[in-house]
C-alpha cells in the first residue's frame, strides 16, 4: 500500500518519474530574467488553496503549482542577480543534493551514516590542511556563517571561564565574573557577531565595535588602544573577531597584527572567512589571508564562493580538544564506550543533533572540477569586480565608495541637481528595476548614505553583462529624477 510510495524495490520507478518531472518543472519554468517582478500580494495568492486536502490532487495540477513558484523565484545565474553572497550552484553540487536527499543521512551518529562520516571527516581534514592548523585541528560541516560564528564565539567564551576561573559553563552556567568578557571585531563585522553575544547570556553591549581604516579594515591601532582601555577598566577580551571578506565591501582585516595583539591579550582569534576563504583556492590571491593560520577558529561558507547549494558550510578549530565545551554523551546515540572503541559520531562537534551530509556536495564538486577551475572561477570573480569598479569610475552619475577587495563594489548614483534627494532616489533606483524584473541589486549604507551594490559570485557574468547593467541603472536614475518621490 505504500511501498511506491518511497525509495523502495518497488518505488523506484516512481523515484525516477518524480525526479524527471522535478527536473523537467525547473526546466521549464526557469526565470528568464533575474525575477518576475510579483508583488508580495501577487504571489501570496499563489497559495491560497487548502494545504492539506483530504485526498491527493492531480499530478499534472501540482507540478504546475510548483512551477509556479519556480517562475517566481531568483534566477541566481541570471548576470543581472548581483546582490548578495548568494551564489549560483554548480550543476555537480545539485547532482549531489539527488544522493543526499535520497540517503537521507544523519550525521549525528556512526551508525546513521557510516560512510558519510568517514568521508566528512576527509573533507574536514582537508580543509584544516588548506587553511595551514596543525594536524590537532578539526572541524565540523555547519548550517552557515552565522552558525560557525556563534560556536567560535562559544567556544572562546568557554575557555575563557575555564582557564581564568577554573569553571565549566556547561556544568554550571556563567559564573559572576563573566560580566567582565567582551567581544571585539570591527565596526563592519558581520552582525552575527551581536547577535551571538546575546544568545550566549551576555548581551549585545558586550560586544565593542572597533573603527575601520579607508579601506573598510579593522584599525589595529584603534584595537590596540581599545585592548590597553579594556585593560585599565579589568575587562577581559574573550574573543577578537576579524573578518576575511566582509558583507559590503570584501575588506579582509590584517590577519597577522590581529593574531599579535590577540595573543598579547590572552584573547582567542576566530576569523570570519565564511566569504573570503574561497581565496584558500587561488594561488594568485590566497596571500590576502596571510595569518588565517594563526587563528584558533575559523568560519567558513561553501555556499558562497565554492559555489554549494545551500546550506553548505564550516566551523574549523585550531585545537580540536576545544570541541570537549559542546561533547555531551548520550546512550542512544553517542554513549563515552563508543569513543573508547576509536567510533566516530560527529554529535559531539556540533550544535545540531540532525544533520545533513552536505559534505558530500563539496567532495563531489573538488572531484570532478579540479583546483584549477575552482581557482579560475575565484579569480574570474575578482576580475569582473575589478571592470565595475573602473567602469563606475568612468561614467558619469555615479560614485564609486570602495576599491574591491574581493567581489563587492559600492556605489551610488548621484545625479547633477543638487536639489534632488539623493538617498531616496538610490533606493527607488534598487526598488523600481526589481519590481519590473529588471535585476536584483545590492543595499546598503555607508557613512549615513544609501547606496547601490554590486557582489560578483557568478563567473559566467561578463563584461558586457556589467556594461549593459550600469547604463540600465543610469537610465532608471535619469528617470526617476523626474518622478515625485
Known amino acids: 500500500m505504500f511501498e511506491t510510495e518511497f525509495l523502495t524495490e518497488a518505488g523506484e520507478k516512481q523515484y525516477r518519474l518524480a525526479i524527471t518531472k522535478a527536473v523537467d518543472a525547473l526546466l521549464a519554468a526557469w526565470p528568464r530574467g533575474p525575477y518576475s517582478g510579483s508583488s508580495p500580494a ?47 550552484p554548480l550543476i555537480a553540487s545539485l547532482a549531489a543534493e539527488v544522493v543526499v536527499s535520497g540517503l537521507n543521512a544523519s550525521m549525528d551518529s556512526f551508525d546513521q551514516a557510516p560512510a558519510a562520516t568517514l568521508l566528512e571527516l576527509a573533507v574536514c581534514e582537508w580543509l584544516c590542511g588548506e587553511i595551514g592548523f596543525p594536524r590537532s585541528s578539526a572541524a565540523v560541516f555547519t548550517s552557515g556563517g552565522t552558525q560557525s560564528n556563534f560556536m567560535g564565539l562559544l567556544l572562546a567564551r568557554d575557555a575563557a571561564v575555564a582557564s581564568r576561573w577554573k569553571w565549566s559553563v556547561q556544568q554550571k552556567g556563567l559564573p559572576p565574573q563573566a560580566s567582565r568578557l567582551r567581544f571585539l571585531c570591527s565596526e563592519v563585522a558581520h552582525f552575527s557577531v551581536e547577535k551571538s553575544a546575546y544568545q550566549l547570556g551576555m548581551g549585545s553591549e558586550a560586544v565593542l565595535k572597533v573603527p575601520v581604516d579607508r579601506e573598510y579594515r579593522m584599525d589595529t591601532a584603534a584595537l590596540g588602544e581599545t585592548l590597553e582601555s579594556m585593560r585599565k577598566e579589568e575587562l577581559i577580551p574573550a574573543a577578537i573577531v576579524a573578518t576575511a571578506g566582509t558583507t559590503d565591501f570584501g575588506s579582509i582585516d590584517s590577519l597577522p597584527e590581529i593574531s599579535r595583539l590577540a595573543r598579547a591579550a590572552g584573547a582567542w582569534l576566530h576569523v570570519d572567512a565564511a566569504y573570503g576563504s574561497a581565496l584558500l583556492l587561488s594561488s594568485k590571491q590566497r596571500g590576502k589571508l596571510q595569518g588565517i593560520e594563526l587563528a584558533d577558529s575559523v568560519s567558513v561558507d561553501f555556499h558562497k564562493k565554492f559555489w554549494q547549494a545551500i546550506s553548505c558550510a564550516a566551523f574549523v578549530v585550531r585545537d580540536a580538544a576545544q570541541f570537549r565545551h559542546l561533547e555531551i554523551h548520550a546512550d542512544y546515540l553517542n554513549p563515552e564506550s563508543h569513543d573508547a572503541a576509536g567510533i566516530p559520531n560527529l554529535v559531539g562537534r556540533s550544535l545540531a543533533t540532525t544533520r545533513r551530509f552536505d559534505a558530500l556536495k563539496l567532495w563531489l564538486s573538488l572531484q570532478l572540477l579540479g583546483r584549477d577551475k575552482f581557482e579560475a572561477m575565484v579569480d574570474r570573480t575578482l576580475e569582473l569586480a575589478e571592470h565595475a569598479a573602473k567602469r563606475i569610475r568612468e561614467m558619469k552619475y555615479f560614485e564609486l565608495l570602495n576599491e574591491p577587495q574581493m567581489g563587492c563594489v559600492v556605489f551610488r548614483y548621484v545625479p547633477e541637481d543638487s536639489r534632488v534627494d539623493v538617498d531616496s532616489l538610490n533606493r527607488r533606483v534598487r526598488e523600481r528595476m526589481f519590481e519590473r524584473g529588471e535585476a536584483v541589486l545590492g543595499h546598503t549604507r555607508v557613512h549615513g548614505r544609501q547606496c547601490l551594490k554590486f557582489t560578483c559570485m557568478n563567473p559566467v557574468t561578463t563584461e558586457r553583462d556589467l556594461d549593459a547593467l550600469l547604463e540600465r541603472i543610469q537610465i532608471t536614475g535619469k528617470k526617476l529624477e523626474t518622478e515625485p518621490n
Open 42 to 88: 501577487e504571489l501570496q495568492k499563489l497559495f491560497a488553496g487548502e494545504i492539506l486536502p483530504p485526498t491527493g490532487m492531480p499530478d499534472s495540477q501540482v507540478w504546475k503549482a510548483v512551477e509556479e513558484v519556480i517562475a517566481n523565484s531568483i534566477s541566481l545565474t541570471h548576470p543581472a542577480t548581483i546582490a548578495h553572497l548568494h551564489c549560483p
